[in-house]
């Protein structure tokens, strides 16, 4: 069957399989679209994406975006820019600075103008070549319909594929993004994009993206408030950030998830079990106080075969378990409720420069028995916060029991760390040094 044959369904589905194939079916029916003639291949919505982008100006041959302000000028604006407190965090997750790395992390502000770009120095050379640098405006407007200029005006991750990018030279580009709202008023702060060749593209992109937008809304709840704001945020105890007790509050949740053993508990009560499923959910509940639709969730859980009916019937038997602490529609948990999970307050010890504490309270990995993709990122973001913040407090008893603990064991900086502070002649360094070598072993084998 040739390319141009194929239903819209079965082009699709070229993406991953023949992206060279899909790529020229593409721009096919680009040249057919452009011409005058919309193609079957392209969704209505594209197609009306790239009328508006001709109705203001944009030129599919050879445009240029609009530059808001010099790479400079947009560097030191990115500086006081809210995003900039989760921009290390996306770079660990989402960048690849390494020789042969093929995309590019960029994070806009919420009218697109490019703020962020963190990629490989080849990356970085074919993204200069496109002008796709700091200071320009990559809405619609500013260059025409693109993955971030699809986020911002659906409010929705959006994934463009060569030829679904209006201007032909961004032909050879795969694009994924998606919004980054504040946690609180919910409103867009900023667009996380991840953009590379079209073969560079593969079916976790989207995940990846998701995930790390849901990091970075996470991180923004723990940072300071936007001066003036008047949302208010409960700490571990219950307490509004204005000091004042949250009336609302009538019972506490306690959810155990570090280990393999997950568990909940109403107001003090006897732990009860939790399949893995359900303590996959509830650890996605609790990160984000917005709530999560039911597709979204069937996406988070089992990916592109997820169905919403099977995250129904799961929520329906997590609520003959907690009763009404889960809210529908979305399903959140409800805000008279007081959510505490042992991860979370980990976290708390850390943000409080506790760090012993952190770690006495650190037992296990969380969920270490999963493998889903979103509960992965958050199990690797805990265990290297706890590390990070193990060989920050230049203790070097506390570096030698992480790094003989399950979750500091591959920590070589740990180790190497603890036995230059502790000397040659101490003999705890020998069970460091032994850890190192069996790690190392491990490594080359």
């Known amino acids: 069957m040739r390319p141009g044959s194929r239903s819209i369904t079965q082009l699709s589905d070229l993406r991953f399989s023949a ?24 969704s209505p919505s594209l197609v009306k994406s790239w009328q508006r982008s001709l109705a203001m100006g944009i030129n599919p041959d050879q445009h240029r975006p609009v530059h808001r302000h010099e790479v400079s000028e947009a560097r030191s604006l990115s500086a006081g820019h809210r ?15 390494t020789a042969t790395g093929r995309h590019l992390l960029i994070v806009t502000d919420h009218e697109g103008e490019v703020l962020w770009r963190v990629g490989s120095k080849q990356a970085l050379k074919l993204a200069d070549s496109l002008e796709f640098v700091e200071g320009a ?12 200029s699809e986020a911002l005006v659906t ?52 995940r990846l993206v998701r995930c790390g937008v849901r990091l970075a809304e996470e ?7 936007p001066v003036g704001s008047e949302h208010r945020t409960r700490n571990a105890s219950g307490i509004d950030s204005s000091g004042r007790a949250d009336a609302g509050v009538q019972s506490e949740l306690m959810l155990r ?18 399949t893995l499923r359900r303590a996959e959910i509830l650890a996605l509940l609790a ?17 592109d075969a997820g169905t919403a009916s099977a995250i129904r019937t799961e929520m329906h038997r997590i609520r003959s378990l907690l009763g009404s602490m889960v809210e529908a529609n979305p399903y959140r948990f409800s805000s008279t409720v007081r959510v505490v999970t042992d991860a979370s307050v980990v976290a708390g010890h850390l943000r409080d420069g506790r760090v012993a504490e952190a770690f006495a309270a650190y037992p296990a990995k969380f969920l270490n028995r999963s493998n889903n993709l979103a509960i992965g990122f958050m199990r690797d973001e805990l265990n290297e916060a706890v590390g990070a913040s193990v060989r920050a407090s230049g203790d070097p008893r506390l570096m030698l029991q992480w790094c003989t603990s399950d979750m500091g064991s591959s920590d070589t900086a740990a180790a190497a760390l603890a036995g230059t502070l502790m000397g040659p002649l101490d003999p705890r360094g020998q069970l460091v040094t032994a850890r190192m070598e069996r790690v190392e072993r491990e490594l080359r084998a």
Request: charge should be negative; hydrophobic fraction near 40%; include cysteine.
């Open 137 to 148: 405006d990559w809405s619609e407007a500013g260059v025409g319909t693109n993955a971030i």
């Open 83 to 97: 995003l900039a407190a989760v921009m290390p965090a996306l770079s660990q997750l989402l960048a690849d600075e």
């Open 257 to 274: 998830l570090l280990g393999d053993a997950p568990t909940a508990a109403l107001d003090g009560g006897t732990r009860r079990p939790l």
């Open 219 to 225: 991180l923004l709840k723990s940072a300071a408030p």
């Open 287 to 303: 990160s984000r106080t917005q709530g999560w639709s039911a597709d979204e969730l069937a996406y988070e859980i089992h990916g």
């Open 155 to 206: 409010g929705a991750p959006a994934q463009l594929f060569s030829a679904e990018h209006l201007v032909r030279t961004h032909h050879d580009w795969a694009c994924t993004a998606s919004p980054i709202r504040d946690p609180l008023t919910g409103e867009v702060l900023g667009v996380l994009d991840v953009s590379g060749s079209f073969e560079s593209v593969t079916p976790d992109s989207l």
């Open 19 to 42: 992206p060279a194939e899909y790529a020229r079916a593409l721009r096919k029916a680009h040249e057919a679209t452009v011409s005058g003639t919309p193609s079957p291949h392209l």
